[in-house]
């Protein structure tokens, strides 16, 4: 298939609708019928401040969760459609990709 990489990047305590947004995501793209979606939590990173946030130690509650999706484009649509609808403003990014299962009957 050919579609995209969509990846989400939240604060892990970032909540919509009473749940971690990371959790809301891939809860609402199952909804949509997107075929699968994983969370990865970062042990360190920083953002535009340019500040380094390492794990979980220092209680500081700025470690990004990324979320990622590998979606057609009408999927892709669907999940944005929702998070306007919602008025979510998440950074993000897109990368076409080319995706399929392996063995006998390869699509890639």
């Known amino acids: 298939m050919i579609g995209c990489l969509l ?5 892990e305590n970032r909540k919509h609708r009473g749940v971690p947004t990371w959790q809301w995501l891939l809860q609402e793209a199952a909804k949509l019928g997107i075929g699968g979606g994983t ?4 042990t360190a990173g920083f953002g535009q401040h340019h500040v380094l946030h390492m794990d979980r130690m220092f209680g500081t ?4 969760v990324k979320v990622e999706f590998l979606v057609t484009e009408k999927e892709k649509a669907l999940l944005l459609e ?5 008025q979510m403003d998440l950074f ?3 990368s076409d990709a ?3 299962m392996t063995g ?3 699509a890639l």
Request: contains cysteine; charged residues 15%.
């Open 61 to 64: 509650g700025l470690i990004c």
């Open 7 to 11: 990846a989400f990047y939240v604060n």
């Open 82 to 86: 929702l998070l306007a609808r919602e």
């Open 92 to 94: 993000c990014s897109q």
């Open 104 to 106: 006998a009957d390869a």
């Open 98 to 100: 080319r995706f399929g």
């Open 39 to 42: 969370a990865f939590v970062s």
